[in-house]
């Protein structure tokens, strides 16, 4: 069965740092594009990252330079560096393959 499993969420302080994790099963892994989306309270669903299965990486404005997608082929898993948080990055994250498949979501709440 495909399954996408995200982790990593919870809440930190304006300025710091979290590491979302996205562990997939059901799928060959290493041959999917995948991404990290965000929504905020009051917001549409917005494409935070990218990566392709080549490792070619894209970002939002908003948060390039403070986030890193990063993959793990040989761990099934997907990643999300976050730094230097601000309030405005609080929503539900999720993981997704470029072929439409989604995770659950994790809960990232900034606030001090």
């Known amino acids: 069965q495909v399954q996408l499993v995200e982790s990593g969420g919870g809440l930190v302080q304006p300025g710091g740092s979290l590491r979302l994790s996205c562990t997939a099963s059901?799928?060959?892994?290493?041959?999917?594009?995948m991404a990290w989306y965000r929504q905020g309270p009051g917001k549409e669903r917005e494409l935070v990252a990218r990566i392709a299965r080549v490792g070619a990486t894209g970002y939002a404005d908003s948060v390039k330079g403070r986030f890193t997608i990063s993959r793990d082929n040989a761990k099934n898993t997907l990643y999300l560096q976050m730094n230097s948080l601000k309030t405005e990055d609080t929503a539900v994250y999720y993981c997704?393959?470029?072929?439409?498949?989604w995770g659950q979501g994790t809960q990232v709440t900034v606030s001090s």
């Open positions: 997704a393959t470029m072929t439409g498949i």
């Open positions: 059901g799928i060959v892994f290493s041959i999917n594009g």
